[in-house]
């Protein structure tokens, strides 16, 4: 889908293999959208598509949507850029295609699971064939397998690429985060019968795999793209790379500690989970405000200098660097800290937080590669942006901010009516459903959502489109 190219001027293998994940990673995007919208309009109107398409499975393949995309995507950027960063091409290129294809047509299976069979009996037949039951990982545990075989040849390619290439401080955070992101997903992938344990070891996936590898992996791919477009000094973007990689790995684990509290650890994981969380943006917009102050600096002396190479590709970075902040930092501390958290816990905060923070942290920067992707397939040496490139960003990210302050809005309304005045029980949480607050927010969150989609049909046309316009112009 990200280009139907006749002439592609990728002189590498592992680049185009990139593209092709980016084209199921626009698919899957699509997905999500679409499954959001009729989760949202089920939430309001819970007669729409009942017995034929219930709510409980459309949220299940929305989120799981989320994050299979972004790992699509994630993949297909590391296989862009590794040539770039190493200086030669993949060593296992077509054990990688052949994962590729295994990779696609074990996450169709599944999701024809989740909408025509959905859940099964409660036996290890179910846990194996048809839903594991967890919350963002329900694939069943034949593709959970599948899913670390994939991601082993993936490391295997990246790994001995980087140790027989040229050596970059981008690339060794990337081949080190790797081995933990692929690590940490393995403690999803066994079950214990204490709930409490089940949901200790799930939250080790969920939140640690998000809160520590993905954002050090936000943070190579933030570090590359600039390096590309706006060919930053490699030096600086690399030493903040370091100082993210001690932060993350730090914060991230202390930062899980505001979930340890309400499956019966101690008390002060509250307080070390809230203050551990809010620090793990931090590094990312930094080294971003370092690295565009010292471009400005070399501008202004030097202005005869090419500005821009990629301009969507830059407006989504800018995005990414302060939609992390709000949405994993700002959004992500107000609601973790022990004094509120005591009443927001499980309520529509969460999600609000959780739309803007995987938005804000990880699909910007992820869309913003696949405009890189788009610039090297075409061989165009700028890439400004169009009517459409600009119509896509500001509507998909007005449409995520507004869903983001309808839902805060929704969970507002929980906490004053539902918690602190008639005290978290299921006839309080019937009633809060019921007030207009509730009812107007979801609505506008519904509303928001169809804007955030018409955005990402923008972005579809532009990723169609915007190459041969710039190789026209160029």
Known sequence: MLTSIKNNN???????????????ALILFGAQLLMGLIAAIQFMYPEFLYGLFDFSVARMVHINALVVWMLYAMIGAVYYMLPDETGIEAVGIGLGKLAFWVLTAAVTVVVLVYIFIQIGPGKES?????????????????????????????????FFTFMKGKKTGVMTVM??????????????????DNISMDQ???????????????????GTLAAYALIKIIDAKREIVEMWLWIEVLMLFGSGILGLGHHYFWIGTPEY?????????????????????????????????????????NGPAMAWIVTNAFGNFLGA??????????????????????????????????????????????????G??????????????????????????????????????ERAELGGGWDAFFTAQALPWMKQAMTWRTIMGVVTFIGFVYLVLDLLTIGKESQKNS
């Open 175 to 192: 081949v080190a985060n790797l081995l933990a992101l692929a690590g940490l997903y393995l403690a999803g992938m066994f079950f214990t």
């Open 380 to 417: 165009v040496e700028r890439m400004k942006a169009t009517f459409k490139s600009k119509m896509a960003i500001f509507l998909i990210t007005f449409g995520v901010l507004g869903m983001t302050v309808a839902l805060t809005i929704a969970g507002y309304e929980q906490v004053l009516v």
């Open 269 to 309: 994981w509250w307080e070390i989970g809230a203050l551990f969380s809010a620090l793990e943006p931090v590094p990312l917009v930094a080294m971003f405000v370092h690295v565009l102050y010292d471009w400005g600096k070399e501008q202004g002396a030097h202005g005869d200098r090419p500005a821009i190479k």
């Open 10 to 24: 990728l002189q590498f293998e592992s680049q185009k293999l990139g593209l092709m994940y980016f084209r199921v």
């Open 126 to 158: 179910t846990i194996w064939f048809i839903n594991e039951g967890r919350e963002y990982i329900e694939a069943p545990r034949w593709a959970d397998i599948g899913i670390v075989v994939v991601v082993l040849i993936f490391y295997y390619n990246v």
């Open 329 to 378: 930092g700002i959004w992500g501390f107000f609601h973790t800290l022990p004094q509120v958290n005591i009443y927001t816990h499980g309520t529509q905060f969460t999600a609000a937080h959780g739309h803007l923070a995987f938005f804000g942290a990880y699909a910007t920067i992820l869309i913003g590669m696949m405009y890189l992707g788009v610039q090297g397939a075409y």
């Open 200 to 218: 200790y070891w799930w939250w080790w996936v969920i939140h640690l795999w998000v809160e520590a590898t993905w954002e050090v992996f936000v």
